[in-house]
């Protein structure tokens, strides 16, 4: 398993650190148990780095459950996606995956079991009336007539649910708790509902389906859970977990142990509208590179090491706190500039003649991928004809542009000669079309001879042996930091240049380099080669992110 610098210094892993020293648990147990009703965004990475994270440091498990009860939302495309994301992030989940659809014939005898013991009923009420039996925060509930049914009559009812012959919603099962209970979640809630549909795993087996809160606790138990970290939403909830797995026969008794769900500003991470971006066509599927779903930040160049670091940053915290996405730019631009290879693209290309190099001329430039690790390097091919970037050129010479190309003034190609901008040409609208240079002789790696240093650097690409590259530059979705906060506004926020595709020029040696290879062009940004659309024909770059936290550097 990857080495994931779980740093230990989380209050759940105190809690697991106390329960291991006291002997209350032996070995510990965790899991991740999303729903696959979406793919995994930010947050969920936040959990997978805890739960996991964890396990490994205390020399336990993890298991990746999926939370299956919702089959109308659920899918095998989502459970795929779920399972590749974290692999990806470089965790291994211990065994099998589980389904919580694995525990359904459990469940059921569960369910029965309650029933025998006096404490589930068959409920007639409709979704209206039982909603106004149920009380308010303030108000206590009132008892559902079918309360006091006999467990005979219960479960001759529940056997007939299950055998299909009431229609969806025409009753459920609840739990008899207690209908004053100043907790909601105790007033006699539903353990099970009629549900129609087909299963992803089960099929046609079951219509009817166990709720979460009847099946999350019982899972754990079954699993041999020991520690079940969830997000504070569910709180509330855990009186009632706890009610479950002290009314039923279970195996082990798993504790719930709530944390602060990640928000952080410019990002949406709430499944179900992560969901209507994709929907709605406002990106391109659920791993655009805009999204801030762990294949979506895959696709961007994001690297798993990086992610991990960001969430250890973050910490885990028993309250909800809005986290700064500069912080998780950070660890990427960190990460990156330590590792990343380095190389050439020009973005808004300009040509340059060289006009004292014959025609024909090519010379191969060697240049390391890395000015301090040791990452081999590569050829860059010299000709006469190169591409820079048109910001580098400047018609006339100023002060404040020193460092520029400009008629009679000299600039060094990084990795390369210094060469002499001469004269340069425009078409009819005033725009530059090419610059004409000449080459400063004997400048490969040392001073020119007569003195007259170049004063700035520029990054080039051969124009005859360079290839045209597609470049995807990609910016934050949304332009506001809360886009989030209220209801279904964020439409409203989108950032009409969170994608710009340019065509830009790339050395050729990184035309054929493999999808999913992530470089410093230098002086432009961190770019990763398209995990899907690259190829040596058509190379595809991604913007990840650019040098420095300053946006102007991320071109547009
Ligand atoms: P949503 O509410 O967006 O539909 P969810 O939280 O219900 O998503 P699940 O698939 O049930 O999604 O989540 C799996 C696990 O990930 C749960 O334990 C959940 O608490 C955790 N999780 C989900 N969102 C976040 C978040 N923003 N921060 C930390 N953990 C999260
Ligand atoms: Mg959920």
Known sequence: MTDTTARGNNFVAKIVEEDLASGKTEKVVMRFPPEPNGFLHVGHAKSICLNFGVAQQFGGECNLRFDDTNPEKESQEFIEAIKADVTWLGFEWAGDIRYASDYFDQLFEWAVCLIKSGNAYVCDLSPEEARAYRGTLTEPGKNSPYRERS?????????????????????????????????????????????????????????????????????????????SVCTLEFEDHRPLYEWFVANLPVPVEPR????????????????????????????????????????????????????????????????????????????????????????????????????????????????????????????????????????????????????????????????????????????????????????????????????????????????????????????????????????????????????????GWVEPALAGVEAETRFQFEREGYFVSDRFDHMAEKPVFNLTIGLREDKSLTRS
């Open 151 to 227: 467990v005979e009559e219960n479960l001759e009812l529940f056997e007939r649910m299950r055998s299909g012959e009431f229609d969806e919603g025409a009753c459920v099962l609840r739990a008899k708790i207690d209908m004053a209970s100043s907790n909601m979640n105790l007033r006699d809630p539903i353990i099970y509902r009629i549900r129609k549909v087909t299963h992803h795993q089960t099929g046609d087996k079951w219509c009817i389906y166990p709720t979460y809160d009847f099946t999350h606790g019982q899972s754990d138990a079954i699993e041999g859970v020991t520690h």
């Open 256 to 503: 719930q142990y709530e944390f602060g769900r990640l928000n952080l500003d410019y990002t949406l991470t709430s499944k179900r509208k992560l969901k209507s971006l994709v929907d709605e066509e406002i990106v391109a599927g659920w791993d655009d590179p805009r999204m801030p779903t762990i294949s979506g930040m895959r696709r961007r160049g994001f690297t798993p090491s990086s992610i991990r670091t960001f969430c250890d940053m973050i910490g885990v915290t028993r309250s909800d706190g809005m986290v700064d996405i500069a912080m998780l730019e950070h660890a990427v631009r960190d990460d990156l500039n330590r590792n990343a290879p380095r190389a050439m693209c020009v973005i808004n290309p300009l040509k340059v003649v060289i006009e004292n190099l014959p025609e024909d001329h090519l010379e191969m430039l060697s240049a390391p991928f890395h000015p301090e690790l040791d990452l081999g390097s590569r050829e860059m091919p010299f000709t006469r004809e190169i591409m820079i970037d048109q910001g580098d050129f400047k018609e006339e010479y100023s002060k404040k542009f020193k460092k520029k190309f400009t008629p009679g003034k000299r600039i060094r190609l990084r990795q390369g000669y210094v060469i002499e901008a001469v004269d340069y040409d425009k078409d009819e609208q005033g725009n530059v079309t090419q610059v004409r240079a000449r080459l400063v002789e004997n400048t490969l790696g040392c001073d020119p001879e007569d003195g007259d240093k170049p004063k700035g650097v520029v990054h080039w690409v051969s124009a005859s042996h360079g290839k045209e590259a597609e470049l995807r530059m990609y910016q934050r979705l949304f332009l506001d930091p809360t886009p989030d906060r209220s209801g279904d506004d964020y439409r409203e926020f989108l950032n009409p240049e969170s994608l710009v595709i340019k065509q």
